[in-house]
DNA sequence: GTCTTAATTAGTAAAAATTATCATTTAAAA
DNA sequence: TTTTAAATGATAATTTTTACTAATTAAGAC
């Protein structure tokens, strides 16, 4: 995992190369996704930065987000049935286990992938820019209280 | 790309042998995702439904796609932003080619991907139930526009 | 073919998630 | 300090999906 300090000074940073003020709010907001503690949904983080800041605008929360989203400094997980999930700390495409059970979420080691995305490029033509990669499966733990 | 008409059967055989009732609204969905061009959205196949049914409820459409993806005969793609697009000719997980401009969705072929599954399964100890692989970009056709 | 019944439908209300609006507040540069 | 454009909080509006209910209908029994 990437070094969440530093992720902090790296979104900052971008923000204020971008002409945004660093108010408390959005700080606060940083530095939980740069963390990104199991793939935090809005509403976690929403809950979470409520503790230093009782009066936090839900709005803020996705106002915040979807400027780090413009700048590439998060990392958007959508599930098709549940909301979206973020990550901070690595936000470049990268692949990702789901539990379906529990939620938690795990980022696997595959070098292999970008191989494969020179393969579909070739294949398809696209000029491909992205990708999604995400396995749904049962974790350990959950395997064990079946 | 599988016979349509086929799906379509197996896609009323799965029903029936689920004691659901072959109504001509469910026959007229099934036959649309059954052929499922350019992996419609809810909204696509709607207003498709309609021109033949135009009394049909939008309630109706989500019905009997829940009822099909439960069934497993419909392979639902999920974008973060926008809505969910549906494939009924190929209800199994495979991976998307998505134009980011146009929309259009390409599926390509890629054998390695069960490789990759085995070694995540090795990796991270989940039992891998599905997956999902979609690589974003723009298709020949919009870079020939810019 | 007719009858019976439980499933399905249409229409709409409700819920959930996200975005827009706007008056007030505030970060940051002069 | 002062100024100003941007950000916030609160809430309304929008979008997507699900829930509800009375009326309708598919499919099996007769």
């Known amino acids: 995992m990437a070094d969440p300090e530093k992720r902090v000074k790296a979104i900052i940073r971008k923000l ?7 108010t408390p709010q959005r700080l606060a907001i940083a530095k939980i996704v740069a963390v990104s503690n199991g793939h935090p949904s809005v509403e976690a983080i929403y809950e979470q930065v409520r503790k230093d800041f009782p009066t ?3 709005a803020t929360v996705y106002r915040n987000i979807f400027i780090l989203k413009s700048l590439g400094e ?4 959508g599930f098709p049935d549940g909301g979206n999930r973020y990550d901070g700390n690595r936000p470049f495409p990268h692949p990702h ?5 529990c939620g938690k979420v795990v980022d696997p080691v595959l070098d292999s992938l ?8 070739e294949e398809t ?4 820019l992205t990708h999604r990669l995400d396995f749904f499966g049962i974790c350990r733990h959950c395997q064990s209280l079946e």
């Open 16 to 22: 204020r190369d971008h002409g945004h003020k660093i």
């Open 74 to 77: 998060i990392l958007e997980l």
């Open 97 to 101: 286990v789901i539990c379906v059970k």
């Open 125 to 128: 033509e696209f000029a491909i």
């Open 114 to 121: 970008d191989e494969m995305k020179k393969e579909v490029a």
């Open 56 to 58: 936090m605008s839900l």
